[in-house]
T-cell receptor, first 114, second 114 residues
Framework: GNSVTQMEGPVTLSEEAFLTINCTYTATGYPSLFWYVQYPGEGLQLLLKATKADDKGSNKGFEATYRKETTSFHLEKGSVQVSDSAVYFCALSEEGTSYGKLTFGQGTILTVHP | NAGVTQTPKFQVLKTGQSMTLQCAQDMNHEYMSWYRQDPGMGLRLIHYSVGAGITDQGEVPNGYNVSRSTTEDFPLRLLSAAPSQTSVYFC?????????????FGPGTRLTVL
C-alpha cells in the first residue's frame, strides 16, 4: 500500500536559518503530493502541492519539488521565522479507487527561536 | 464562509458511552471525510463520503459509524467508546472526489475516553 515517511523531529532552528524537512513516499501509481501545516490549536491547512513529476509547489517562501526518480518531496525554506513554528505533514493522494484519500506522514514538529 | 466547523472542541467520555461528533461545511463540497490524529502516526482515515447518501470505510473504521443525509453535514458516531478511541478527530472536505484537490480541515475535536 501507499506510505509516507518524514524525517524524525522535533526540529529546532534559530530565526533566519535554512529549513529542510525530508519526505519520501511509496505509491503504486502517480500520486499527487502535498505539504499541510498545523499551527498550535488549529486544524491542518494546505501549504503547497504538486500533482506531477518535476512540478514545484511553493507558498509563503516554502518550496518542494516532486522528484519521481527518488520518490521524494522535501520541504525547504531559505529563512524561517518564529511564526513558522508548527507541525508539518507530508501527504499523498493517488488516482484510482482511493480518490481523495490522503495518506499522511507522521508529522514533523518545527520550533523556531528568535 | 465559516468553512468546516466541528463540535464539540473537547469531550470526555467514560468507556461504553456513545456520542456523536458533529461536522458541517458551507462550501457545497461533495467530498467529506473523518480522520483521527494520534502522536507519531500522522492522520488516519476513518470514513469518507463522496456525496449525500454515499459513505465508505477508510483505514480505521471499527467502532465508528457515519451517515450523510445532506451535503453540508457529516456526523461521526462512536457506538461504545473505548480508551483506544482517545484521539484528536478532524473532519475535512473538498470540492470534488479527486486525488489533486485541496482538502479543508476543521479545527478538530479532542476526545478522551476514560
Amino acid at each position: 500500500g501507499n506510505s509516507v515517511t518524514q524525517m524524525e523531529g522535533p526540529v529546532t532552528l534559530s530565526e533566519e536559518a535554512f529549513l529542510t524537512i525530508n519526505c519520501t513516499y511509496t505509491a503504486t501509481g502517480y500520486p499527487s503530493l502535498f505539504w499541510y501545516v498545523q499551527y498550535p490549536g488549529e486544524g491542518l491547512q494546505l501549504l503547497l502541492k504538486a500533482t506531477k513529476a518535476d512540478d514545484k509547489g511553493s507558498n509563503k517562501g516554502f518550496e518542494a519539488t516532486y522528484r519521481k526518480e527518488t520518490t521524494s518531496f522535501h520541504l525547504e525554506k531559505g529563512s524561517v521565522q518564529v511564526s513558522d513554528s508548527a507541525v508539518y505533514f507530508c501527504a499523498l493522494s493517488e488516482e484510482g479507487t482511493s480518490y481523495g484519500k490522503l495518506t499522511f506522514g507522521q508529522g514533523t514538529i518545527l520550533t523556531v527561536h528568535p | 464562509n465559516a468553512g468546516v466547523t466541528q463540535t464539540p472542541k473537547f469531550q470526555v467520555l467514560k468507556t461504553g458511552q456513545s456520542m456523536t461528533l458533529q461536522c458541517a461545511q458551507d462550501m457545497n463540497h461533495e467530498y467529506m471525510s473523518w480522520y483521527r490524529q494520534d502522536p507519531g502516526m500522522g492522520l488516519r482515515l476513518i470514513h469518507y463520503s463522496v456525496g449525500a447518501g454515499i459513505t465508505d470505510q477508510g483505514e480505521v473504521p471499527n467502532g465508528y459509524n457515519v451517515s450523510r443525509s445532506t451535503t453540508e453535514d457529516f456526523p461521526l458516531r462512536l457506538l461504545s467508546a473505548a480508551p483506544s478511541q482517545t484521539s484528536v478527530y478532524f473532519c475535512a472536505s473538498s470540492k470534488e472526489w479527486s486525488s489533486y484537490n485541496e482538502q479543508f480541515f476543521g479545527p478538530g475535536t479532542r476526545l478522551t475516553v476514560l
